[in-house]
């Protein structure tokens, strides 16, 4: 497991899996809430492409949550990559 140091964003857990798979993504804990996985070449600027870990009810984060991610993948796609590429052993 390794965290992602592109950007961090208060009371979130954000991470990348070192034994997950393609296509490349990281993964959104709020502790004790929830986990969404969000695709890194599938987000833009007006959608954050993600799907829900658990709990299985969740519908996702709030829409500022969903904003703050959406322009932190689209700002820092190149570097989100790089990390995937040297995190990751899918």
């Given at each position: 497991?390794?965290?992602?140091?592109?950007?961090?964003?208060?009371?979130?857990?954000?991470?990348?899996?070192?034994?997950?798979?393609?296509?490349?993504?990281?993964?959104?804990k709020?502790?004790?809430?929830?986990?969404?996985?969000?695709?890194?070449?599938?987000?833009?600027?007006?959608?954050?492409?993600?799907?829900?870990?658990?709990?299985?009810d969740?519908?996702?984060?709030?829409?500022?949550?969903?904003?703050?991610?959406?322009?932190?993948?689209?700002?820092?796609?190149?570097?989100?990559?790089?990390?995937?590429?040297?995190?990751?052993?899918?």
């Open positions: 497991m390794g965290k992602v140091e592109a950007f961090a964003i208060e009371g979130f857990e954000i991470l990348f899996y070192s034994n997950d798979h393609l296509p490349p993504h990281f993964h959104v709020k502790t004790g809430e929830w986990e969404i996985r969000v695709e890194i070449r599938e987000t833009t600027e007006n959608m954050l492409a993600f799907s829900v870990k658990w709990p299985n969740f519908d996702g984060p709030s829409s500022n949550t969903r904003k703050v991610l959406r322009t932190s993948v689209v700002e820092h796609r190149e570097e989100l990559l790089e990390e995937w590429e040297e995190k990751v052993n899918y």
